[in-house]
């Protein structure tokens, strides 16, 4: 049995609570909010869990091995920091910090006390972004370009931009699913909220190979999009979020080059560049919630010692970009390089 | 009745004869191509048509007034120019040229002579982008946002970049509809077929005011999508050209911003914005063909001695953000400024 | 406030308890089930509630003036008989009873003992289905005719058709929607599973008008379908269930009929029908909780002695054309009539 | 070389010019039409082709091998018995005849003369309905139901139900595509045009197996549908036309029946149905035009005296259907038996 701490009960806390609560696993033991009222259900629901609005109260108590953070981000520094310090495995809400600094301190001292750090990627647990994962490196080839769009009407977020709201999951998704990291990033956006971050924003990554990846994310949409494009040389991907089960397609589709071109002229040229359109198919998606499957597997690495799946450097990773894609979006699109240096151990 | 002349007789030049000798107000004289093969088709469907790979035939026909020109881009500049110096209106595919340079001496040049110069802009003639237009005029408010996706498998083109193939329709839809003019340009994108220009891309365009453009091109996507989305402050469009006929939807939704907030603090920042959904219309769609009405003005713009909706100058504008986008995805979406500037009178 | 209990406590009593437990008019008294199990997660969630196994707990109540019935069709009539008889009103699941003389019966003991007797048509409550109520007979004109199509894979009933579970949902929204009843029933449907009822079957319902309608459910299906079609003189809707937000599209589509033909002949009988395409609307739905609004009127009801939306007689005449139906169906599509006499006062 | 001529230059008569004009094995004699002026535009375009409104040119030639017949319906049965009885092969339009009666007497002149009798069911000479032929026999396993949608907003046909305009396609692909015939239909339907015929019917076919057939046709609707959904005890197919490429999606779901349950009662009866749901697979669909395959098979049928796929027992069997539709749309619904027997030989 893992002793478990949940710290924030807003909109998310509750469903840790809920995984965690019927998790046989688990002895979730706190629930801990710094406002009190959204507290008052938690005894009638899980009636032998504790709450209370003091944080040393989930610190200090011996039998709690775990916690799982669920607050604003401005917070999530201080809050793992604290727990780590006091000994304890963390979960962490995406992003895993406000910034590549304290998000690399984070990193740093789970590694000096020998404890897990995990930040809640929860897409890359879903069944579908999972097969997109295997689909990536098994049959695609070399994968050309990453093009994602996740756009619908709001809610927009208080001094954050669209970026580190929506984008966030686009990133999270192609840590885990590209075979490379990115080294470099171009954003350009917009504001149409006086005094506001920006919106709609674009993003286009850059890689050492020739692959290019792009997301475009939207406060502002009158429709809701939620679709990514993977090309690669053999195979390509449709991964639509809102589709309710035929979520990813694989296409028998591209080009085939002639390399082999022994004379120059129009004829040559034109040949160079062949279309092969086979059969799509699109199989079948584990629906599990994914949620679930990555507490388990927080759980795992907490009792085995090993490392998740999203661990702090893809946390890291992931708000190194947010925060390079920021700061070009506010020079029209200057490119950023990504300093591509892990944490030294 | 205009004497006509129909320069190039490849994939285009066989729908401007179909129109125009289906106009009664047309004489078409003269189909030129420097390929003689491609000629033996036309005496069959179009008896009273002569037939030419010698340009000289066509320009020195005092009887023709007008020449359409639909070659390789490369040719654009050296043919219109020679029609112009000849005296004859001129209809262009487009881009108007392949150069912006090219362009504005075109564009002298038949202002100088008093000559009709239009670009075969051929989008901004069919129904779905000419109610557009009237909706983003008319409804829209101030319009926050301009994001078009044009991709799909093939055909790549040789020795141009899917930015002078496919970003030309979106600029073209963009120069006729949107209020305002782009002044600079960031563009990033990859090539994935060794010494070809690129195969994908991503263009910013940055105005004056808050509104942002951006466009997604793509030749290698297992998919096809012809979809953009108009942001405005009352209302917002989807224009998808792949519907059969709910080409457009005009949806009354949006976020409302309450600007007399007299206080501070979270609970005031949160109230800011608040969102509207209301009905959405899809109007009836004219289906009249585009290439049909266009040429009908052209000649009337000739008859009358009236400017075309898309002139000269707005070929210009479009070749001079082509021309900028290319430039700036070579210096991986370095902002290139746009020179406003007119062709001098 | 009104004493309410709830009877059955499997797969929709929760939602019941639910919403009768956060309806500040309710005193929800009683949660009721034969198996006890089920109820062993109530006082968790709903501590003032008590539970029990034995029904004369529930009508022995004098505090309880209602009781919600949610438990296998074939005890819809004795529960709720005894309930009316206990002095009860009674709302009571889809389909109201197993037999229209059952349904009779609750009729004319409900309205004998002066109490109200409603039956859950949810779906006549959702915002969709209201606003097609108000279309038909608002905008419609004449009704040609209405479609629906509700198929998926599973969830295969035992003992039951698929006419049973799955058409009783367009036939008590086509009881509400329609302004006129079906005079007679033709049915025609299929089991593939040997000693089971129709798991395929389509209904054609016949009526004094013109006005012809037609379901088609089935359990067997590779993908979910849910859309009606509803034809009228001038206008024609769209009403697909899947639609996260545009669930309803209005098409201002029909043909015009040209009466006035004075001479015969072929080219008359041409003329008589022209075309008619204009604009689409998808007006904004209602999105709130259809078993909400529907209990609010329940209670409503019950406090003001009113006649709910589905009365007993709507059940009852749903149950008719099942049962009709059913017996269509046995005899290749042998057309049945449908008694339309209401229950004798 | 066969010698050929085509009589009826409507609509579809154009087409099958074209195709015979460019089949290098066919001289294409004649097109013959009874009204001149439709006759006016072959020379231009196909200056080796006579014209005549006489049929007794196009019979009298001696070099005519063979004839294709588009004409009004009412027309097919004395064109095509003429063009037997003058030695002709013959390739009708579809439906083959105007009646069972005259259906049959075209079978047995073209048999008692050997000479090839061929219907143009274009569809099934489609990449689509190909596919779904093999499909069906190879890999769905028993054919549980059959059931198709063909509606939009018009044509209205002059004099002919809506069955013999619209179901007729559905019934062609049926009779290719499954494994037996049926025996019955019953039909309903609505006519919305005093004195017309039905513009929306309702089929459903019986068939000696548990296997049931189901068409839905309709000239009011306000959309255009055209889905057929197969459902086998292997696999099920959704086939739909309007997919410009992924027509056909073959569904790897089903139910699987447990049956050997040793006891009896709720436990086991819920067993008896299992739910599978793996891949969906589309397959690469050939997308050649299917009347030139159409053709080509004649041809061949014509030069080595085989039996088309289409031939006149195909269209018989059609034809039946569609006189036993109409006759049970006449009774409400009425079954009515279908006689199984070939035209005797």
């Known amino acids: 049995m893992i002793g478990f701490a949940v710290i924030g009960y807003g909109y998310w806390g509750p469903n840790l609570v809920r995984n965690l609560w019927s998790n046989p696993e688990v002895d979730l033991r706190w629930v801990c909010d710094a406002r009190p009222d959204r507290l008052s259900g938690v005894p009638g629901r899980f009636p032998t869990v504790r709450t209370t609005v003091a944080l040393a109260d989930v610190l200090g108590d011996p039998k709690v091995d775990a916690v799982a953070i669920a607050t604003p981000v401005s917070t999530h520094f201080p809050l793992a920091m604290a727990a780590l310090r006091a000994g304890k495995h963390v979960f962490v809400e995406k992003p895993i910090a406000a910034s590549s600094d304290e998000a690399a301190r984070l990193v740093e001292e789970a590694r000096r006390r020998n404890l897990i750090l995990a930040v809640d990627h929860t897409f890359i647990h879903t069944g579908a972004v999972r097969k997109m994962h295997a689909l990536v490196n098994e049959v695609l080839g070399d994968v050309y370009y990453y093009d994602s769009v996740r756009v619908n009407l709001g ?7 669209v970026i580190w709201d929506l984008a966030v999951h686009d ?3 192609m840590d885990y699913v590209l075979p490379e990291q990115p ?3 171009a954003a350009t956006g917009m504001s149409h909220v006086p005094g506001q971050p920006a919106n709609i924003a674009y993003l286009t990554l850059f890689f050492d190979s020739p692959l290019i990846a792009h997301i475009h994310v ?3 949409a009158p429709v809701k999009v939620r679709r990514t494009l993977v090309g690669g040389s053999r195979k390509m991907i449709v991964y639509d979020d809102l589709e309710p089960s035929e979520k990813i397609k694989v296409y028998d589709k591209g ?5 082999d071109a ?5 004829r040559v040229r034109q040949m160079l560049v062949g279309y092969r359109a086979g059969d ?11 949620l679930d499957l990555e507490l388990r597997e927080f759980i795992e690495c907490v009792v085995n010692m090993a490392t998740p799946t999203a661990d702090g450097e893809a946390g890291l990773r992931v708000v190194r970009i ?6 070009s979006l506010g020079q029209r699109g200057q490119v950023v390089e990504l300093s591509s240096g892990m944490v030294p151990a």
């Open 155 to 161: 809610l927009f977020q208080k001094d954050v931009s």
């Open 280 to 290: 799509m198919m699109a199989p079948h998606i584990d629906l599990t919630e994914a």
């Open 171 to 173: 990133l999270s998704i």
């Open 218 to 220: 939207n406060w502002l």
């Open 262 to 266: 022994s004379s120059d002229g129009d």
């Open 183 to 185: 080294v470099a990033v």
């Open 255 to 259: 080009i085939t080059l002639n390399d």
């Open 322 to 327: 947010l925060e390079a894609a920021t700061q």
